[in-house]
């Protein structure tokens, strides 16, 4: 079986983080998605939410969808969050199925700046979506020493949707019910997450 695995804080999960999904699993006949939420990506400064309330959240993102599951792996280890130590655990776990490393092409043009970038694509195929600003003939695929990368670079649609955008609206108390599913908009109303001058952390 093909196994799509997406990482990212999810601080909150959007359309944006769902939709690319959806066309990656048609388009790649993935039989599962594992969503790894990071305990502190190596790439960002700022603290995320408690991660109680961003797996609480990407639960109800991912209601109603068979096959797309949550893994804590990056949860349960010491920060910061290393797709190639995630992608070793689940190779271990799942030594019958190929992981597809799933990731916008904004992330894909960094890749060679990632932990142990040279191993990735030893473990993961890797198909990336279309975010602004790599896209089409301007995409910057990097090498990682010297290896082949197993890539396909595919159009999910439009999606210009950002976890810190969705914040920073938030935080001026303005609705983000467009860009995130209706029970995470709830969810966050009710916990008064993002709010200028309350802790979500």
């Not at 609480?56 to 920060?79: F, K, S, V, Y």
């Not at 695929?141 to 595919?154: H, Q």
Request: hydrophobic share 40%; charged share 25%.
């Amino acid at each position: 079986m093909r196994i799509g695995v997406l990482g990212g804080t999810f601080d909150p999960v959007h359309y944006g983080h769902l939709r690319p999904v959806e066309a990656a699993a048609e388009r790649f006949a993935l039989g599962s998605i594992l969503y790894v939420p990071a305990a502190r990506s190596p790439f960002k400064t700022d603290a995320p939410a408690d991660p109680r309330h961003r797996v609480a959240m990407l639960a109800l993102a991912l209601q109603g969808r068979p096959g797309w599951r949550i893994a804590l792996d990056e949860l349960e280890r010491q920060p910061p969050s290393y797709a190639v130590d995630t992608l070793r655990a689940l190779s271990e776990r799942y030594p019958l199925d190929e992981l597809w490393l799933l990731m916008g092409t904004d992330m894909l043009a960094h890749l060679d700046r990632w932990k142990e970038a040279d191993e990735i694509p030893r473990l993961a195929r890797i198909a990336a979506f279309h975010r602004e600003p790599f896209v089409g003939d301007r995409l910057r695929i990097p090498r990682v020493s010297g290896l082949p990368i197993r890539l396909e670079v595919f159009d999910a649609g439009s999606v210009k949707i950002s976890s810190s955008g969705l914040r920073a609206d938030l935080a001026r108390g303005e609705s983000v019910a467009d860009r995130v599913p209706g029970p995470v908009a709830e969810y966050i109303t009710k916990h008064g997450l993002y709010r200028s001058g309350t802790a979500a952390r």
